[in-house]
T-cell receptor
Framework: GESVGLHLPTLSVQEGDNSIINCAYSNSASDYFIWYKQESGKGPQFIIDIRSNMDKRQGQRVTVLLNKTVKHLSLQIAATQPGDSAVYFCAERGGFKTIFGAGTRLFVKA | DTAVSQTPKYLVTQMGNDKSIKCEQNLGHDTMYWYKQDSKKFLKIMFSYNNKELIINETVPNRFSPKSPDKAHLNLHINSLELGDSAVYFC??????????????FGEGSRLTVL
């Protein structure tokens, strides 16, 4: 069946360090791969996306890498800040359907 | 000005009851969704409507019935509530345009607790 991501792992980083959050996916037919951030008590919020025919895309302090050979997606956050503490989800969209992975909890230590 | 708003934010009820959650979006999007988030934070798609037409219906029990009176509203009615229905239910909307990711805009969630 379709699956994106791993069971909810936790990543703890020091403020100012770079963070890398990883995700594995299984559906090769997806059009887009997307990262969302969910803060406590709120709905997920879009961070960055990458089209399936690309392998890297950069935003402000964030970079998404897509490796279709091994079906791997990663989110890199530069100079991690306390406000980056949240649960991060990778997701894949095909047509109208967006399927989410299990998420990664990021803790930022001051 | 809230883009996707859902009510109520919290709902506590007894097993066997019937309850509804309402959702409205003011983004002018054509597509709306219901997602269920369990205690392990896993987000699972339940339903999707595009221009009031049901386009996604994921193996959800018949006790769950979505209704979209117009493309700005998507409600979720749940009959005969069970303990396993306890979760946070998220409404979302999107506008699918060629060559764009069609990001989802989520509401703040409705936490349902069934006792």
């Amino acid at each position: 069946g379709e699956s994106v991501g791993l069971h909810l792992p936790t990543l703890s980083v020091q403020e100012g360090d770079n963070s890398i959050i990883n995700c594995a996916y299984s559906n090769s037919a997806s059009d887009y791969f997307i990262w969302y951030k969910q803060e406590s008590g709120k709905g997920p919020q879009f961070i960055i996306d990458i089209r399936s025919n690309m392998d890297k895309r950069q935003g402000q302090r964030v970079t998404v890498l897509l490796n279709k050979t091994v079906k791997h997606l990663s989110l890199q956050i530069a100079a991690t800040q306390p406000g980056d503490s949240a649960v991060y989800f990778c997701a894949e969209r095909g047509g109208f359907k967006t399927i989410f992975g299990a998420g990664t909890r990021l803790f930022v230590k001051a | 000005d809230t883009a996707v708003s859902q009510t109520p934010k919290y709902l506590v009820t007894q097993m066997g009851n019937d309850k509804s959650i309402k959702c409205e979006q003011n983004l002018g999007h054509d597509t709306m969704y219901w997602y269920k988030q369990d205690s392990k934070k896993f987000l699972k798609i339940m339903f999707s409507y595009n221009n009031k037409e049901l386009i996604i219906n994921e193996t959800v029990p018949n006790r769950f019935s979505p209704k979209s009176p117009d493309k700005a509203h998507l409600n979720l009615h749940i009959n005969s509530l069970e303990l396993g229905d306890s979760a946070v239910y998220f409404c979302a909307s999107s506008q699918l345009i060629a060559d764009l990711a069609g990001e989802l805009f989520f509401g703040e969630g409705s936490r349902l607790t069934v006792l």
